[in-house]
C-alpha cells in the first residue's frame, strides 16, 4: 500500500497551463504503474493518462490526448500531470492513483477498478 498527496491545483483562466504534482510514500513508485483521473460534480470518476513503473509507456484519454502530458520521477517518488491549454470543461477534483504492476513492465491501466491507492484530489477550477 502507497500513500498518495496531490499537490497544485487552483483556480486559473482558460489557456492557462499548470502542473499538478503527486507524492508517493510507502514502497517503491517504481512497483507501481501511476494513473490520474478528475471528477466533475454529478459526473463519474474519469480516466485521463496513466504511466507504467519505468515511464517509458503512457495513455491518455482522447479528451486530454494531446494537452495534458503525465510524467514520473521515481528517485523523487513524485507523479506529474502537466496540463495546458485549459478549459472550463477541465474544473473538476483531480486525484492520483497507484496500481501494483506486480512485474508487469507494459502495465498501464485505464480503468478506475484496476487502481489500489488514491490519492484525496486537488481542486482545479478553470474560469472562462
Known amino acids: 500500500q502507497v500513500q498518495l498527496v496531490e499537490s497544485g491545483g487552483g483556480s486559473v483562466q482558460a489557456g492557462d497551463s499548470l502542473t499538478l504534482s503527486c507524492a508517493v510514500s510507502?514502497?517503491?513508485?517504481?512497483?507501481?504503474?501511476m494513473g490520474w483521473f478528475r471528477q466533475a460534480p454529478g459526473k463519474e470518476r474519469e480516466f485521463l493518462a496513466a504511466?507504467?513503473?519505468?515511464?517509458?509507456?503512457?495513455s491518455y484519454a482522447d479528451s486530454v490526448k494531446g494537452r495534458f502530458t503525465i510524467s514520473r520521477d521515481n528517485a523523487k517518488n513524485t507523479v506529474y500531470l502537466q496540463m495546458n491549454s485549459l478549459k472550463p470543461a477541465d474544473t473538476a477534483v483531480y486525484f492520483c492513483?497507484?496500481?501494483?504492476?506486480?512485474?508487469?513492465?507494459?502495465?498501464?491501466?485505464?480503468?478506475?477498478?484496476?487502481?489500489?491507492?488514491w490519492g484525496q484530489g486537488t481542486q482545479l477550477t478553470v474560469s472562462s
Open positions: 504511466v507504467s513503473g519505468s515511464g517509458s509507456l503512457t
Open positions: 510507502g514502497d517503491t513508485l517504481r512497483s507501481y504503474a
Open positions: 492513483a497507484a496500481a501494483r504492476a506486480y512485474g508487469r513492465t507494459t502495465y498501464i491501466p485505464r480503468g478506475k477498478l484496476e487502481y489500489d491507492d
